[in-house]
């Protein structure tokens, strides 16, 4: 447990054009210990996804990963050759997406795409291969296994595909497996079913998980520490059990508050985050929050806040200027709406 | 068994349709102005002999008796004696037909010689140097016209190196091939671009799906991912395109077969149109419709293969 499974450190992964340079992933760190599940939480184009393809180096042109290192038990991804890559991807880290009807081949039966991921010098009998596809889908849980390998994605429903897929990421013995939002595109209760599937896999095969959501109600079952991002960078980062009771930056803070059911939020509409996400593009000058922020002040809007330890505790990182007097942003509300009346 | 009954209940759609083709043939035939027993006789025969021809042939009978005797004969193959040349129609097919689906057949595998390879490696290398290169062939070859195309052909390999025959195609199945490898490439090459372009197109957009990246993601070797990921899917619309580019080949090989000289359909058809041989046109039009079904049916049967989504 002391070196941790995976650390990135200062990850920047940058879209190019002829007239912009987009930081979709600016400067993100943070480490993922052995059998932990780490939470990457934040709005839809805030960089999680693009952290977790840069890991796995799958970012396309025009995008590219310019800077940073990903150290996997030590070893830095980003100088990996090709060939090195590829006997990472599947063996060693592997990666579930958010679209099960638009992940598996159409064209391929669910058996051929389980074998394609398996390592043909482990398994090197047709016979070796199939009993271990047999096994991948009854260790996800799917149903008469036998009959399911031998048809095509499309006579699965969207719950079903989403077990094959996981099933067919994790067959050669995952170290570290990446869900990017897998749940999201499934609804309510077929989601809660494949989170638990998630976490008992992860028991039992002793792998750690990389989660991305926007959904703080799936961070809070499933993760054991979590990241905040906005706009390509880690906001805060602590322990799962310390965001939600003391989140300390007010981007986290305006999330949990819009969560159905959050504190104060009871038999009132929802509170909701103003504004839009910035242009990544077009970062404004000072703490790219500040604009929709309610607690913004003048140094927020000039200088950019750095990630660092609240109050001397290394475990919880926090982006943000306004350290001291904020530790009761409940009671802030009379005073966050005299400021965000004063921004407008 | 699935595609087995699948094959069946398409080939039993195919029986209403070339009906409408049947109903169709017998329409316009009609419809186009003039009296055959007339146009047979000639201008200067008297009236008395056309009314004779007219009776003998069944045009004073009414329309549902005259189409009854049309699709009896019809399933038979029998469409009556060409005017023009004034033996059996579908002899005079049989004995031409032969040369237009071998063009056609040659034409196909060249430009899927063609296509298919630069199409891959043109989606591949999106934007790169070999595709940009390979769009702008693909550019001139499509505003390329078929004939000119032809008699460039025909300068370069029969007039100043003398490989092929610039014209007919002999007598020995070896002549015949000869004599088609020049028509062939002309025909193919406007087909061949309009395929690399749309492979080349879905290729870019297949190589952007998800399960391409998860194929990656889950550490499969490029040229699997290539071969069973992104190209099997990619050829799927290209399939489609090609069956319409054959039977677009088969109705346009009247021109290639005017230029090279070749005893072929395209030119029977033609020959047809223009002496007014109305039997003899009937019977074309229904052997080109066959044939465009023909080709449908296989285009339907590859895709049967390849698709599993297609069964259901």
């Known amino acids: ?344 | 068994m699935a595609r087995l009954t699948y094959i069946l209940k398409r080939i039993l759609q195919m029986i209403p349709v070339l009906f409408v083709v049947i109903v169709l043939i017998f329409v316009m035939i009609r419809l186009i102005p003039g009296d055959p027993a007339r146009l047979m006789l000639g201008e200067t025969a008297v009236e008395a002999d056309v009314e004779a021809l007219r009776e003998a042939m069944g045009l004073n009978e009414p329309y549902t008796t005259q189409f009854a005797i049309f699709f009896k004969n019809l399933l038979h193959f029998d469409f009556g004696n060409s005017l023009l040349y004034k033996t059996s129609c579908i002899d005079l097919v049989k004995e031409r037909l032969p040369l237009t689906v071998s063009l056609t057949v040659v034409a196909t595998l060249f430009s899927l010689l063609i296509s298919i390879p630069l199409g891959f490696v043109a989606g591949l290398h999106k934007d790169k140097a070999s595709d940009q290169a390979i769009r702008i062939s693909a550019l001139a070859a499509i505003s390329m016209p078929t004939f000119w195309v032809g008699l460039l052909l025909m300068i370069a390999f029969s007039v100043k190196i003398r490989i092929f025959p610039a014209g007919g195609w002999g007598t020995t199945p070896l002549e015949h091939l000869q004599g088609l490898i020049l028509p062939g490439i002309a025909q193919a090459l406007m087909t061949a671009a309009l395929l690399m372009r749309n492979l080349r197109n879905s290729v870019v957009d297949i190589s952007r799906m998800d399960y391409v990246d998860f194929a990656v993601s889950k550490g499969v070797s490029t040229r699997r991912v290539r071969s069973a990921y992104i190209m099997k899917n990619s050829l799927i619309s290209t399939i489609t395109l090609l069956s319409t580019r054959i039977t677009y080949m088969l109705g346009g090989s009247v021109v290639i077969e005017t230029v090279f000289s070749l005893p072929g359909c395209g030119k029977l058809l033609v020959d047809a149109i223009f002496a007014r041989d109305y039997a003899m046109v009937q019977c074309m039009v229904f052997i080109f419709a066959l044939i465009v079904l023909l080709v449908s049916l296989i285009t339907d049967i590859i895709y049967s293969f390849i698709d599993p989504r297609i069964t259901l």
């Open chain 1, 1 to 344: 447990m002391n070196t941790p499974l995976l650390e990135v450190k200062d990850l920047q992964t940058y879209f190019f054009s002829k007239h912009e340079t987009v930081k979709a992933v600016d400067g993100v760190s943070f480490t993922v210990n052995e059998q932990e599940t780490f939470g990457l939480v934040g709005e839809s184009g805030c960089g999680k996804s693009m952290t977790c393809r840069s890991i796995l180096g799958l970012v396309k042109s025009p995008g590219r990963v310019v800077g940073g290192e990903i150290l996997y038990k030590g070893d830095d991804l980003l100088h990996k050759s090709k060939r090195e890559m590829q006997a990472i991807r599947g063996r060693e880290i592997g990666m579930i997406f958010q679209e099960p009807m638009t992940a598996l081949n159409p064209l391929l039966k669910v058996k051929d795409q389980i074998i394609d991921a398996l390592d043909k010098s482990i398994y090197n009998t047709a016979e070796k291969r199939y009993n271990h596809a047999l096994e991948m889908l009854k260790l996800v849980g799917i149903p008469s296994p036998e009959s399911r390998l031998e048809e095509y994605p499309h006579q699965f429903s969207g719950g079903m595909r989403q077990r094959v897929m996981i099933a067919i990421a994790l067959c050669s013995g995952l170290k570290l497996l990446l869900a990017d939002e897998p749940t999201t595109a499934l609804d309510v209760t077929i989601q809660d079913q494949v989170m638990k599937l998630i976490n008992r896999l992860r028991d039992q095969l002793k792998m750690s998980v990389i989660l991305i959501t926007h959904d703080l109600g799936v961070v809070a079952q499933m993760c054991d520490r979590v990241a905040v991002m906005y706009a390509g960078q880690i906001v805060e980062m602590t322990d799962t059990r310390t965001l939600f009771h003391m989140p300390r930056h007010p981007y986290t803070y305006a999330l949990m508050s819009s969560l159905p059911g959050a504190a104060g939020s009871s038999q009132k509409r929802l509170p909701t985050i103003e504004g839009a996400p910035p242009n990544l593009a077009n970062l404004p000058e000072g703490c790219p929050f500040a604009p929709r922020c309610r607690f913004a002040q003048d140094i927020c809007r000039k200088e950019k806040p750095e990630l660092l330890p609240y109050e001397g505790d290394v475990a919880h990182l926090v982006r943000c200027h306004i350290r001291d007097g904020r530790t009761q942003f409940v009671g802030a509300t009379a005073k966050g709406k005299q400021e965000g009346g004063a921004e407008q």
